[in-house]
């Protein structure tokens, strides 16, 4: 292994839920609920059914090589080259996903901020922000997570529970009208959220106790989707589907109503500060899997002198990869289920399967 961190399954555990919450709560309440209407936190309870499909799949093939990774084991699994192959494209995976989180939390904050600096400015800010904190290796970012979770679930809940007097619970009436294709249509975009969880397959050998990396795996995916179950339900009985499937990020109107109390002014700059420390942890995670990536695949003995020049290539593909925000959208919605499920669920079943067949790895969990 190229660092000395250990992780426990609790820490690991509070580490996926900010990874996949970071983001989902963004935009893709207005995407789910764009398919399934009022029916919308249905599609999440069925992503999440088969979310937990996937970090079951995901860690029985990550314990069959509990000391190494992602990146590693498909060359014991399919022969070096085909295996190096498949951890290339797992690097390009990562980078593109990460471009993309940078890109709508940098627009995200030139939404929120009024009058607001260049997009660039806030790319460039998490990246560097990013940078510091990869370089300080896995155990580091994960302890600080540790500390900011509660911080950020927290707001969630309370953000709920303040808002709920502006709920109508006519708005998520009738129940199951929709059609059952537009429900798994609404299904497939918060289940590539959810299948993010492919990540704790870079995490298992870091783990103090691998053998729980199934429980933690499962549990990451049942909290988040609860959570944005909930999230989901309670959008939709404030504002309603139609204006839901207007709003280009749902949570921060959602936000905007809440206000507690005078000398804590607008509730929104509380949930701000827990977004966009819950985005930096996930920016860093992806970052760190892309460098971990290409130290491995390229058998370095260390990744810190990649640090600077994989921050560049973020930085260039956060800017060009997607034109403008409604090119973003459109990806996010169109695109993205299909580009994350192939490497989130299909490719780790088929590694799986070859590696059944020719009796590679070990059975420990």
């Known amino acids: 292994m190229l ?4 992780i426990s399954s ?12 970071a983001t989902v709560i963004l935009s893709v309440p207005a995407i789910t609920v764009k398919h399934a209407r009022q029916d919308a936190w249905i599609s999440v309870g069925l992503a999440t059914v ?3 499909l996937i970090a079951r799949l995901v860690t029985t093939l990550g314990l069959r090589f509990p000391e190494r990774t992602l990146f590693e084991y498909p060359a014991e699994i399919l022969g070096r080259w085909p295996g190096k192959l498949v951890g290339f494209f797992y690097i390009i995976w990562f980078l593109h996903i990460n471009a993309g989180v940078i890109r709508e939390y940098g627009e995200f904050l030139v939404t929120a901020f009024r009058p607001a600096p260049p997009l660039i400015v806030f790319n460039l800010m998490a990246v560097a922000i990013a940078a510091y904190t990869v370089r300080n ?9 540790e500390i900011f979770f509660p911080l950020t679930m927290g707001l969630i809940v309370i953000t709920s529970i303040f808002a709920s007097g502006e709920t109508d619970i006519q708005r998520l009436l009738p129940v199951a009208d929709v059609d059952a294709v537009s429900i798994f249509k609404g299904a497939m975009v918060p289940l590539a959220w959810f299948g ?8 298992i050998p870091y783990l103090n106790r691998p053998r729980e990396s199934h429980r933690a795996a499962v549990t990451s995916v049942l909290i988040s989707g609860v959570v944005f179950m909930l999230v989901v339900a309670n959008a939709i009985g404030i504002f309603g589907p139609d204006l839901i499937e207007a709003m280009v990020f749902p949570g921060l109107n959602k936000y905007r109503i809440v206000n507690l109390a005078n000398f804590l002014g607008r509730f929104e700059a509380l949930a701000m500060t827990a977004w966009v420390t819950a985005g930096f942890v996930k920016i860093s995670i992806f ?4 460098l971990l990536g290409v130290s491995q695949v390229l058998e370095l003995k260390d990744y810190r002198s ?8 973020l930085m260039a593909m956060s800017m060009l990869d997607h034109p403008s925000a409604l090119h973003l959208q459109h990806f996010e919605a169109q695109v993205f289920p299909f580009f994350a499920l192939t490497f989130e669920a299909a490719i780790p079943l088929l590694l799986l399967i070859t590696a059944l067949v020719r009796g590679k790895g070990e059975r420990l969990g």
Not at 137 to 145: K, P, Q
Not at 306 to 313: F, H, I
């Open 287 to 290: 970052y760190w899997a892309t």
């Open 50 to 52: 088969a979310g937990l």
């Open 10 to 21: 609790r820490q690991a555990v509070f580490l996926m839920v900010t990874m996949i919450f």
């Open 137 to 145: 290796g896995l155990e580091v970012f994960t302890r600080a997570n």
């Open 306 to 313: 990649l640090v600077l020049p994989v921050g560049g290539v």
């Open 3 to 6: 660092e000395n961190s250990k």
């Open 196 to 203: 993010e969880i492919v990540t704790i397959a870079l995490v």
